[in-house]
């Protein structure tokens, strides 16, 4: 399996953003999806997922609102649009896939069985 994440870049804060990320190498719609960041000096964090029909979602308190998670099992594709952007989300986003269909998405970065090389935030004040 092979994830591929586009569209970071850097932008003034209240801007919005749309990342995606290309799913290849495997049946997409057997896998649960989610989107990770990390932020210089700080953890790993899941930011939002989606079970593997989109019917459940986990989505990071500090972005609820802002952010949502969508999927495209036709084109296997995975976005994630970012709304009302600031300087905390600044970060290197990740894509990444849990092999299951589980009813709700996992929350442990250590259940998520694929990474993609990841994509670069920067969000300026």
């Known amino acids: 399996v092979q994830l591929v994440e586009s569209g970071g870049e850097s932008l003034q804060a209240g801007g919005s953003l749309r990342l995606s990320c290309a799913f290849s190498g495997g049946t997409f719609r057997n896998y649960c999806m989610g989107w990770f960041r990390r932020a210089p000096g700080k953890e790993r964090e899941l930011v939002c997922a989606?079970?593997?029909?989109?019917?459940?979602?986990y989505v990071l308190d500090s972005v609820k609102g802002r952010f949502i998670i969508s999927r495209d099992n036709a084109k296997n594709t995975v976005a994630l649009q970012m709304n009302r952007l600031n300087v905390d989300d600044t970060a290197v986003y990740y894509c990444?896939?849990?092999?299951?269909?589980?009813?709700?998405?996992?929350?442990?970065?250590?259940?998520?069985?694929?990474w993609g090389q990841g994509t670069q935030v920067t969000v300026s004040s």
């Open positions: 989606m079970n593997w029909v989109g019917s459940s979602t």
């Open positions: 990444s896939a849990d092999l299951g269909t589980y009813r709700r998405p996992s929350v442990r970065g250590s259940d998520y069985d694929y």
